[in-house]
């Protein structure tokens, strides 16, 4: 049997469909390591452009630094506007009981219910929280102090009630993540609020220290 010779573009064919298999490509850069190396390449082009003997007299030089330039100011703002996101978001929230009012606990409570009959969950669960604080502060487990945040909230009932000290940052963990985090929140959420404002009011707060050292029992 004889065979046909197979021509020099029929074989040039075969032999481009044979290197396009994956098998021979399963060690090539990806498409984002080939965009770098073409950015790199780019980038050092430029530099070289810049730093070249007499480059600035003809104004290509003073072009690839002006580019240069604008590249690193991009660069910079990214950085900036990346870790602006990064920065603790506790250092700017403003005093919890802010607005507030002379609102009492039961005032809060009852809009905490308000809200989440209409579904309005993170409003809801912040009037909650305002209602613990507002408890605490009426029954002189804490005293009223303007500024307090979340977290110093927390801080100061958990060493006045450290059965509860854990349920406590739990509580402004949930309320952190609704009402600065843009979580939904939600019915369970709303529960575990409205969970620790009872146990808040049934807890009986650990004795507090007279100036003389001596237990004192605190304030209802």
Same mark, same amino acid.
């Given at each position: 049997?004889?065979?046909?010779?197979?021509?020099?573009?029929?074989?040039?064919?075969?032999?481009?469909? *044979?290197? *396009?298999?994956?098998?021979?490509?399963?060690?090539?850069?990806?498409?984002?390591?080939?965009?770098?190396?073409?950015?790199?390449?780019?980038?050092?082009?430029?530099?070289?452009? =810049?730093?070249?003997?007499?480059?600035?007299?003809?104004? @290509? @030089?003073?072009?690839? %630094?002006?580019?240069? %330039?604008?590249?690193? &100011?991009?660069?910079?703002?990214?950085?900036?506007?990346?870790?602006?996101?990064?920065?603790?978001?506790?250092?700017?929230?403003?005093?919890?009981?802010?607005? =507030?009012?002379? &609102?009492?606990? %039961?005032?809060?409570?009852?809009?905490? *219910?308000?809200? =989440?009959a209409a579904g309005r969950w993170p409003e809801a669960?912040?009037?909650?929280?305002?209602?613990?604080a507002r408890d605490l502060e009426e029954r002189a487990?804490?005293?009223?102090?303007?500024?307090?945040?979340?977290?110093? %909230?927390?801080?100061?009932?958990?060493?006045?009630?450290?059965?509860?000290?854990?349920?406590?940052? &739990?509580?402004?963990?949930?309320?952190?993540?609704?009402?600065?985090?843009?979580?939904p929140g939600g019915p369970d959420a709303y529960a575990?609020?409205?969970?620790?404002?009872?146990?808040?009011?049934? &807890?009986?707060?650990?004795?507090? *220290?007279?100036?003389?050292?001596?237990?004192?029992?605190?304030?209802?």
């Amino acid at each position: 049997m004889i065979l046909d010779p197979i021509g020099r573009d029929q074989a040039r064919e075969l032999a481009r469909r *044979e290197l *396009e298999k994956p098998v021979y490509h399963r060690d090539d850069p990806s498409w984002l390591e080939r965009t770098w190396q073409r950015f790199s390449e780019w980038l050092q082009g430029l530099l070289h452009r =810049a730093s070249a003997p007499g480059s600035h007299g003809t104004g @290509g @030089g003073w072009v690839s %630094l002006l580019v240069i %330039l604008l590249i690193a &100011a991009a660069l910079i703002a990214a950085i900036v506007w990346l870790m602006r996101g990064r920065r603790n978001p506790r250092a700017a929230r403003p005093a919890l009981l802010d607005g =507030a009012g002379t &609102a009492t606990a %039961l005032d809060h409570r009852v809009n905490a *219910e308000r809200l =989440a009959a209409a579904g309005r969950w993170p409003e809801a669960i912040r009037e909650r929280l305002l209602a613990v604080a507002r408890d605490l502060e009426e029954r002189a487990v804490v005293g009223p102090r303007p500024g307090r945040t979340a977290d110093e %909230l927390a801080r100061e009932a958990g060493a006045a009630l450290p059965d509860l000290a854990a349920d406590l940052r &739990a509580g402004v963990r949930i309320f952190d993540d609704v009402w600065y985090g843009d979580r939904p929140g939600g019915p369970d959420a709303y529960a575990r609020l409205r969970a620790l404002d009872e146990r808040v009011q049934a &807890a009986r707060p650990a004795p507090l *220290e007279t100036a003389s050292g001596a237990p004192e029992e605190a304030r209802w």
